[in-house]
């Protein structure tokens, strides 16, 4: 046996590969060969190796039953042994590792044979510093990167913390339990790699014991909790009672993590991961992976709040606005018939007043008075009515040729018999302008921009309308000098309930309701609105509508 060149007995592809130590013992597990990369790791030259039974080498082997590898080599049989399951095979420190006590290796034990005899064993041996580490890194970036977007696809809370429990099971945990307490609301999910030990302890912890406990908080640890080996002690420290001790031990943990989850800096609850007894306990590394997802779950989890909330207020304000209109509609009705009444019996008063011999000039004023009052108002109620008929889509228009010249000009003589200190000007083509129109409705939106221009300028000044015509259009021009409006303001004037800020600095009264229906107008007319204004120097409205085709 000694003749035997054992270091030809290498294969040609090993002794190339300098990356590993290639270890070779005859048949009395005497060391026939040691190669340079073992000379290197483990500080024992190849002279004093060779020639030194293994076991007396490495005592250590026996001790921990390896070397019956090395017997099962001698019969033939080839056994791998993964850094996983017995960390290292031989004893040596981790290059550029000093936190690591020994280099974790993957090694080969097999049978060496010569003409189909075995004649010794021969074991390959692999450095894995840094394998875990890699994977581990490789598997957090892709967890981290699937976490986010299963955590977008929810907005509802219940549903997103159980995904999270459901996620980190089984690439990061035998089972996860997570506890939260949310405004108020107590919330927890489970997940577990045996379905049937997840549904038990839904019910036992979800169910039953939840509900009991709905207004309690939630036991949380307010720092990241790394516990190894789990013991009852370390298992009371992550659980509020009895009822939860019970539960966590026997869901059987080995090593488990629990991280707080955070909102807005405020503890809202805790996230529990933990592995049985099978899988390689917890390490620092899980623990900052632990700590980065509960970081972008309580994100995740912040976003779906705030979306809640803000649906939440928005139903809220959607409801606020239906009862306003409601209201707003059957306010309208009602105050209707009684003042149709009023103002029939006033104007009725009012010609037996100046039918008499000699009316009495006292009494003729204040029924003036009635009547106008009762015309104003009798307006502001048709205009609600107008809004509650735009909102329900039962407002239009019965529209007939018509000459728009003539429309505009008696709305603007009717209006200068009524308005004293603001002159109106009234400008328009010789050729009347055709239109198809509803004289009715056209005259309320002419009246509506003349009374605006006389209300919004306090300090008088004059009135102009324009009518123009051209390009198949009509464009009626409303302009005064009075207050202005601000550009921000320009852009939602026509809104329903919209008032400017101007006008309520200046004192002038209103409900906001006369441009929204002034556009509605226009629109039916297959028409449009537009405002230009400079503030404190005075606005345009105009309204261009389509002329009739001849
Ligand atoms: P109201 O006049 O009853 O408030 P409107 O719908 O007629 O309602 O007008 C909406 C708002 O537009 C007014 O509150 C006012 O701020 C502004 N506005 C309308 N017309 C003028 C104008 N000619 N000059 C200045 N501001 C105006």
Known sequence: MSDINWQATVPSWLSSAFLRGILITDIDMRIRFWNDWLETHTGTPAAEAVGCPLRDLYPDLTERGL??????????????????????LLPMPAPG?????????????????????????????????????????????????????????????????????????????DWCLIDIC???????????????????AEDRYRTQRL?????????????????????????????????????????????????????????????????????????LGDLALAEEIARRAAMALENVRLYAAAQHARALAEEAVRVRDAFFSIAAHELRTPLTTLLGRAQ?????????????????????????????????????????????GRFSIDPAPMNLTTLVRRVVDESRLMIADHPIRFQSPEAPLMIDGDELRLEQMLQNLIGNAVKYSPGGGQVSVILSGGEGRAMIAVADQGIGIAPDAQRQLFQRFYRADSAEAHGISGMGIGLFVVKEIAELHGGEVGVQSDEDKGSTFTVRLPLRQL
Do not use: W
């Not at 019969?75 to 960390?87: C, D, I, K, M």
């Not at 041996?125 to 840094?130: L, N, P, Q, S």
């Not at 949310?182 to 038990?200: N, T």
């Not at 015309?375 to 107008?386: E, H, S, V």
């Open 67 to 88: 070397l019956r590898h090395y017997e099962r080599a001698l019969v033939g049989e080839t056994s791998r042994l993964s850094h996983n399951a017995y960390g290292y």
């Open 97 to 173: 590792r000093p936190d690591l006590t020994q280099m974790p290796q993957d090694a080969q034990i097999g049978p060496l044979r010569a003409d189909g005899c075995v004649i010794g064993t021969i074991s390959t041996i692999e450095d894995c510093t840094g394998h875990d580490e890699l994977r581990q890194e490789d598997t957090a970036k892709s967890f981290l990167a699937d976490l986010s977007a299963e955590l977008a696809k929810s907005l509802d809370y219940g549903a997103t913390v159980q995904r999270l429990a459901q996620i980190t099971v089984p690439t990061l945990a």
């Open 182 to 200: 949310c405004e108020g609301e107590r919330l927890a999910a489970i997940a577990h790699v045996d379905p049937a030990r997840a549904r038990l």
């Open 211 to 283: 509900q009991r406990h709905q207004d309690e908080q939630p036991h949380m640890p307010e720092q990241p909790l790394l516990i190894t080996r789990v013991t009852l002690a370390a298992l009371s420290l992550i659980s509020t009672d009895l009822e939860t001790l019970e539960l966590l031990r026997d869901l059987e943990p080995e090593s488990c993590i629990a991280v707080p989850l955070k909102s807005g800096g405020a503890q809202i609850g805790t996230m529990l991961l933990a592995r049985n007894s099978a899988r390689p306990a917890y390490s």
């Open 348 to 392: 009725m008063l009012q010609r037996l007043i100046a039918q008499r011999d000699e009316p009495d000039e006292r009494s003729q004023r204040t029924i003036q008075i009635v009547v106008a009052q009762s015309q104003r108002l009798n307006k502001m109620i048709t205009a609600l009515l107008d809004v509650s008929r735009i909102q329900t």
